[in-house]
Structures are given as C-alpha cells and as structure tokens.
C-alpha cells in the first residue's frame, strides 16, 4: 500500500508539472503571439520590374473647356508577397526621395516632407491601401509618359510634347519629380504594410531622351528605366 500510495503521488506530481508547464506555455503564446508568429512565419515582399509592366492606352484630358484623349504609355511594378502563409495588410507603395542631377555637382537627394502614394493599377477603381494573401501580387502604376498635347495631328511637323511622371494620388506645389525635357532622374521608393517590420525599398532610375516613341518598338529606344543597387548609389542630401 506504501509503494502503491507513493506511485500515485509520483504521477500526481508529474501531472502538477506538466499542467503548470502548460499553463506557462498558454501564457507566454498569449503575451508574444506576435513575436512567435514573426519568427515561425516571417512576412516579406517583392518589388519586380520586367519590360512587359508598361502598356499604351488613351487618357482623358481637359483643354479650354473642352476634353480630349491623349496617348499614354504606362509603366507599372509588380508587388508580390513572398510570405510562406501570411496575408500583408494595408500595403502601399510611396515615393520617399528623389536623386536629380546638379549640372558639375553629380547626383543630389531630395527626401520630401511627406512621403506621396503611388496608385494600384486600376487607379480609378482601387484604394490606396490594398491587402495582399500569401503569394499574391499586385500591380501598382509607377509613372507614364503623357503626351501634353494633339496639335501635332494638325501639323505633323510640330514635335509631340510629352511629359514624364510620377502616379501619384496627389502632387505637391513645386514638385519636381517630373522630366519635361530630356533627363534623368531616380524615384526612391518604398512598399509599407502592417506585418513588414521594415518596408522594402528600392530606386528606379528614369532616363529619358524627351522625344515621344513613335512605335512601341521605340520605346526602349526613348525611354530607359533600371532598378538601382546600392553600390551604383553615388549621391548628395540636399541640404
């Protein structure tokens, strides 16, 4: 009866330890859920850019109280989330700097004031916000080349005026993120969602020749547009 009562109060001490290690674990889950969720399923994203992201379509203008439709070739990045089983919410893609070239200084960086939201592809239909499931994508429009006016279809000498720029949801006074005349120029930007402990960043650099493709064979030949690495980064802060 001894050894049996000394058996029993083995197994109810075993029991005690391995609810209280129990309880123990339900109470470090509980305080660091997310901590555990971060390291087990860690979130991560995409910025791509491949040559198929650009497409020519007709844009809506307003002249003189009259509208028109002018050519507009688009140029997109693709946003992918390369998380194993994580959703990534409210996702938006901003612009955080600009490099533009100061004639004998080199290149110069511009950080604006506050950063300024790219809009998803179709911009006249999708928030600025979008949540993306695991392995997702999504298509967010970097800038177009917008052709400023039709008067050359009146005269065929006259040079087709064009513009590069940004998509953005709003433009600031005295922005200067836009090629109205042959250049080049560097858009930093950075993609931001709730689970990315840090957002993703990258620069894209944009030259272009200030003539307006002819055939969408030209357009590499007018416009150029490369993601950057950090050691091709040579700039200067704007002071």
């Not at 850019?49 to 497409?55: A, G, M, T, V």
């Not at 110069?108 to 499931?133: C, G, K, S, Y």
């Amino acid at each position: 009866m001894i050894q049996e009562t000394r058996f029993v109060d083995w197994l109810s001490a075993i029991g005690s330890i391995i609810g209280a290690v129990g309880t123990v674990g339900a109470v470090i889950v509980a305080l660091f859920q997310d901590q555990l969720r971060d390291w087990l399923f860690p979130a991560s994203a995409v910025l791509e850019l491949n040559d198929s992201l650009k497409e020519l379509t007709k844009f809506g203008q307003q002249k003189n109280s009259e509208m028109s439709e002018a050519l507009v070739y688009m140029v997109h990045l693709r946003v992918r989330n390369t998380s194993g089983r994580r959703s990534l919410h409210h996702c938006s893609v901003v612009l955080e700097e600009l490099s533009l070239q100061s004639s004998g200084e080199g290149w110069r960086t511009q950080t604006l004031p506050v950063p300024l939201n790219f809009r998803w592809a179709p911009f006249e239909m999708r928030p600025l916000e979008i949540d993306l499931r695991a392995g997702e994508t999504a298509t967010v429009n970097l800038f177009w080349l917008y052709e400023l006016s039709t008067d050359w279809l009146l005269d065929t000498k006259k040079p087709r005026k064009a513009i590069v720029k940004p998509v953005l949801a709003a433009e600031p006074n005295n922005f200067a993120g836009n090629l109205t005349s042959a250049g080049t120029i560097r858009y930093h930007i950075s993609l931001r969602a709730d689970e990315l402990g840090e957002p993703v960043r990258a620069v894209f650099e944009v030259e272009w020749n200030g003539h307006w493709p002819e055939t969408d064979e030209s357009f590499d030949t007018k416009l150029r547009i490369s993601r950057l690495s950090s050691a091709s980064m040579i700039v200067r802060k704007q002071s």
